[in-house]
């Protein structure tokens, strides 16, 4: 049985700003916490329903290096399953001078990819502790002007009671519909805008390293470590065993001849992707090939090259592997941008574990690298 999944909820907002609450004033900090707290002790059925992510510390330029803490943040955003924020015309912090602030950042980043996982809360009558500079002042303004031309629907508050009921009543809402909808305007986002508007605008081998980048990422995530001496290669640990995994991009539709001659068919230089000196005892490899529309059986058949094999067409795509070779691809359809690679490669996991096909994947894999190392020391013997 797969582990008990929560709900991600990161939490975006200013920190050092004040509310009332009550006879006094309080900050953001001390109110985003008083959330945390309230929604980390909210159950379903007898188990936390929520994992609740708001920065380490506050203010937010004590956290010292400031571009550590700032990727920090913008990854938050891209793993949430929902996106808070509780806006105060603030843009944040910025890492360095004239750059767009970091609440204006986590906004922009869960509006290009998934703004159904996007809830704000308007937060007004505030007041801010300290004057602020000429620089803050303009990315104020900046992120201020970029809220209004989006014009999210947002409930107002205007203490630190009201920040935590509207707040709870979003994220009901937010719940309510992302279950309803299967969530899937947050995992596809909307192919005309932000991040995939951006993608379909690069060239076949820009394109092909943004979708490999990408899906490099959604591998760390599970656990994967990148490999120097492979390129596109991941150690990725699947079911106690550390697989040798090759990323892909195919940067067009399938049936365009020049996007998939960029990956071709990648298990014939298997012999050649040689971590030994790395990682020397990985299984595989296995290829995991982003395409950027669908892909069928047919497709995936062909690229194989030949039709006597498991080919399974499953929710994120088509999972092909050749019983004798034990040669292992997976196409991940749809991968338009960095979060529906993400949401393939997460299908492609529970696929895995809610069939068992997770156990013949591994074996396979441990069959290939016998393979990989006969044909490897034949060729040697050969010279």
Not at 166 to 182: F, I, P, Y
């Amino acid at each position: 049985m797969a582990d008990f999944k929560r709900i991600r909820i990161m939490i975006s907002s200013r920190c050092s700003s004040l509310v009332a609450d009550g006879e006094q004033q309080v900050s953001m900090t001390v109110v985003r916490k008083r959330l945390h707290d309230r929604l980390r002790d909210e159950p379903l059925l007898g188990e936390a329903l929520f994992e609740v992510w708001i920065s380490d510390n506050a203010p937010d330029q004590s956290q010292g290096d400031l571009d550590t803490a700032w990727n920090r943040s913008l990854e938050e955003v891209r793993k949430a399953d929902i996106v808070l924020a509780l806006y105060t015309g603030e843009a944040g912090w910025a890492p360095k001078s004239g750059e767009i602030g970091i609440c204006h950042a986590e906004f922009q980043e869960v509006w290009n990819n998934g703004p159904a996982r996007l809830k704000v809360v308007r937060v007004l009558e505030v007041t801010f502790p300290a004057r602020k500079s000429a620089a803050e002042t303009k990315a104020d303004r900046t992120f201020q002007d970029y809220f209004q031309t989006l014009n999210p629907t947002s409930p107002e508050a205007r203490n630190a009671d009201d920040v935590v009921a509207r707040s709870l009543e979003a994220l009901r809402e937010a719940v309510a519909s992302l279950v309803k909808l299967g969530g899937r305007e947050a995992r596809k986002g909307r192919f005309a805008y932000g991040t995939a508007l951006d993608w379909s605008r690069l060239d076949f081998g820009t394109r092909k390293q943004a979708m490999e980048e990408a899906l490099g990422e959604a591998l760390r995530d599970l656990g994967a470590s990148p490999l120097s001496s492979v390129a596109g290669g991941w150690d990725w640990p699947l079911a106690d065993e550390s697989l040798l995994t090759i990323v892909h991009g195919l940067p067009a539709a399938f049936g365009v001849a020049a996007a998939r001659e960029l990956v071709g068919q990648p298990f014939l230089r298997d012999h050649g992707y040689d971590a030994s000196g790395e990682a020397p005892s990985l299984a595989g490899p296995v290829h995991l090939v982003a395409c950027l529309k669908t892909v069928s059986e047919s497709q995936a058949m062909r690229q194989l090259g030949f039709p006597d094999a498991t080919i399974v067409a499953a929710p994120f795509g088509v999972y092909v592997a050749d019983k004798v070779q034990k040669i292992q691809m997976v196409f991940l359809a749809n991968c338009r941008d960095a979060t529906t690679t993400r949401h393939a490669l997460t299908r492609l996991v529970e696929w895995l574990d809610s069939t068992g096909e997770e156990a013949n994947l591994v074996s396979r894999a441990r069959g290939r690298r016998r393979i990989v190392a006969a044909v490897r020391l034949a060729l040697d013997e050969g010279a």
